[in-house]
């Protein structure tokens, strides 16, 4: 049998699991060496200690900021005054304990709709006994809770600092810990991960799940559970991470609710259910770091803002006027990361589509954040080229819209001038937004002009302008000259104006005209309509393959 030569470095005695792990993501630097950050995610003590230490100096009045101690000490405390405590026959506090805790230092460790009769309705308490063991300040012995000579050493000196140290060692040893309690059955990784994330966020100010879930999926970039990730994931590092793990220990604190400047008094219903945190003093005093910062261990906000928008556009179902408050809270969160994230606010005007007054003020509100942005093009290419400000351009497209809509055409004639301002060979949005808006209301006069200023390079739709237009001043020669140049280029816009149904042609060139012709149509009929004898000219030059019946 042929011997099977393995190639340096792929032995499977070598290198079990480390392909999996990318210690240098795409677009981050997380500024410890790959060995650090190996260290860091292998869940072995021994190695962390190369990377950090918990060396806390508190003061007695920094209790009172972290959870931990004030539950752990007050339930060592509870412990030495009862002893002996007899354990339930499941091995919990017994009820007298529980009761002591619950009405005294512990009273506000659960929602107030909860009853805490026995340890398991408290999951709060339940985790500081088991932390406490793991800590070895706390054991239990034949059935009976007593305080270890550690314990007991700790509490007769009230050594703050010791008990912090012992506890926060003890939940990186054990952070399953954090997963009891929950049904949420996947993300174990959010905290076998505990001293990389702690590492990630030294640098930054303000602080997101979704920030950490990215990285948690850059770094784990195939042995990651690609179902977890997403907005679950987020939601299990809120919760795990940030909120049992970093707010209990006093490290991070939850800031206030975004005070989001789209929310408006009357939405009665929470779209928005994201949170933030920031670190604590304590956070840069306890944890000494041996190992460099990260000089950007998250992505810019603009990418931020974009992930949170990007699935919208992957729907297999129509947004428009559907008030999603799913959509519209995402929406709001990408505003939140990045205020000129132009898409955002293009989504929230589709969601609202019905409300102009609604529409409007998201979109002057998305105009105003958006005013610095400049289109990143050569000389010479449009604006709709560069994607991240073309965006830009749809939100005073719809403006524009909008206030024909809220019946304001001087307004929109004006954001219609604006934009072509932007870019003046927009042909597109002249001949097929501007100039039917002009004729639909009269102005034929300033309709020519656009018409000839920014319609001079030729598109299918062009023929049929400059016939509507030349019915419309009066010139009947010119505009049956026009009709057959129009018919010539795209004889199937007469059925979609008329609303007959086209059948969509085999050939891919009857195809195009197909759509064509119903863009037109939808853009442009009811200037035909509004021109007197327009639509009744039409019918009567057209050629009797191409009359109604």
Request: glycine share 4%.
């Amino acid at each position: 049998m042929a011997k099977i030569i393995p190639f340096p470095g792929n032995r499977d005695d070598e290198n079990d699991d480390q392909d999996d792990i990318d210690t240098h993501p795409f677009d981050r630097d997380l500024g410890a060496h790959p060995d650090e950050i190996r260290a860091l995610i292998s869940g072995d003590p021994d190695r962390w200690t190369s990377c950090f230490s918990i060396e806390p100096h508190l003061n007695p009045d920094d209790i009172h900021h972290i959870p931990v101690l004030v539950y752990a000490r007050a339930l060592l405390q509870t412990i030495q005054t009862c002893q002996p405590v007899k354990a339930t026959s499941r091995g919990n506090l017994p009820v007298a304990v529980v009761k002591e805790l619950s009405q005294g230092a512990m009273a506000e460790a659960e929602s107030p709709f909860i009853k805490v009769a026995r340890e398991d309705h408290s999951p709060v308490l339940s985790r500081t006994r088991r932390l406490a063991q793991d800590a070895g300040v706390l054991a239990l012995r034949s059935k009976t809770f007593l305080l270890t000579k550690i314990g007991t050493d700790i509490v007769n000196r009230d050594d703050i600092n010791q008990l912090y140290q012992r506890l926060f060692q003890a939940a990186l040893m054990k952070p399953q810990r954090l997963e009891a309690h929950d049904r949420l059955p996947r993300g174990g990784i959010t905290v076998r991960t505990i001293p990389l994330l702690l590492h990630a966020v030294r640098n930054d100010t303000v602080l997101y799940e979704e920030d950490l879930s990215d990285l948690l999926y850059a770094v784990f970039r195939r042995s990651l559970d690609t179902d977890a990730v997403g907005e679950e994931l987020d939601s299990l590092i809120a919760l795990r991470f940030f909120r049992r793990f970093g707010e209990f220990f006093g490290l991070f604190r939850s800031l206030p609710e975004f005070q989001h400047p789209l929310m408006r008094e009357q939405d009665g219903r929470v779209y928005y259910r994201y949170g933030r945190w920031e670190r604590t003093a304590l956070f840069d005093s306890a944890i000494h770091w041996s190992i460099a910062p990260p000089e950007q261990a998250f992505q810019a906000p603009e990418m931020a803002a974009h992930y949170w928008v990007s699935p919208v556009h992957e729907l297999q179902m129509e947004i428009n006027g559907t008030k999603d408050y799913t959509i519209t809270g995402d929406c709001l969160r990408a505003v939140e990361r990045c205020p000129w994230e132009a898409d955002a606010y293009v989504v929230l005007a589709r969601l609202y589509e019905g409300e102009p007054e609604r529409v409007l003020f998201y979109l002057d509100q998305g105009l105003a954040a958006t005013s610095n942005r400049e289109p990143e093009v050569p000389p010479g290419v449009s604006p709709w080229q560069d994607y991240l400000y073309r965006d830009v351009l749809r939100l005073h497209l719809i403006r524009a819209e909008t206030l024909l809509e809220l019946n304001r055409p001087d307004e929109a004639f004006q954001e219609y001038e604006a934009l072509l301002k932007i870019d003046p060979e927009d042909a597109m949005a002249a001949s097929l937004w501007y100039v039917p808006a002009l004729i639909e209301r009269g102005k034929y006069t300033d309709a020519q002009r656009v018409h000839r200023r920014y319609c001079s390079t030729f598109r299918p739709d062009t023929p049929w302008t400059d016939a509507l237009l030349a019915w419309a001043t009066g010139n009947r020669d010119h505009a049956k000259t026009h009709l057959a140049e129009a018919l010539k280029e795209n004889a199937l816009v007469p059925d979609a104006l008329f609303g007959r149904g086209i059948a969509l042609p085999d050939d891919p060139r009857e195809q195009y005209d197909a759509e064509d012709a119903v863009f037109y149509a939808e853009r442009a009929d009811s200037a035909w309509r509004r021109v007197p004898g327009a639509k009744e000219w039409l019918r009567r030059h057209l050629p009797l393959k191409n009359r109604s019946q």
